[in-house]
Nanobody
Framework: HVQLVESGGGLVQPGGSLRLTCAASRYIYSTNCMAWFRQAPGKEREGVAAVDSDGSTSYADSVKGRFTISRDNANNTLYLQMNSLKPDDTAIYYC??????????????WGQGTQVTVS
């Protein structure tokens, strides 16, 4: 059964930090690019950060220098460390899995989302 389960969202003050976690089924984690997306009210879903199966990472310009994506291959877990949070970071954050090299464009699996509120 395919599963991506996010956790770690919550309410934080501007300037604060949160760490999101995504626990993934082993068979989708090991061969896919893993990514974080977010969707704010009234806005389209956007890619935030991704880490491919070779360890290469990429970030949206709006989060560069503040967010760090990482993966724990031993435990099939994806993380997003978010520092210096701003009110504009408020959104539902989704974990996603995509084929290698298509981190933001071909999403095969989505998590259920976790709310992050910066206020």
């Amino acid at each position: 059964h395919v599963q991506l389960v996010e956790s770690g969202g919550g309410l934080v003050q501007p300037g604060g930090s949160l760490r999101l976690t995504c626990a993934a089924s082993r068979y989708i984690y090991s061969t896919n690019c893993m990514a974080w997306f977010r969707q704010a009210p009234g806005k389209e879903r956007e890619g935030v950060a991704a880490v491919d199966s070779d360890g290469s990472t990429s970030y949206a310009d709006s989060v560069k220098g503040r967010f760090t994506i990482s993966r724990d291959n031993a435990n099939n877990t994806l993380y997003l460390q978010m520092n210096s949070l701003k009110p504009d970071d408020t959104a539902i954050y989704y974990c996603a899995a995509a084929p290698r090299g298509y981190c933001y464009t071909i999403i095969n699996y989505w998590g259920q989302g976790t709310q992050v509120t910066v206020s």
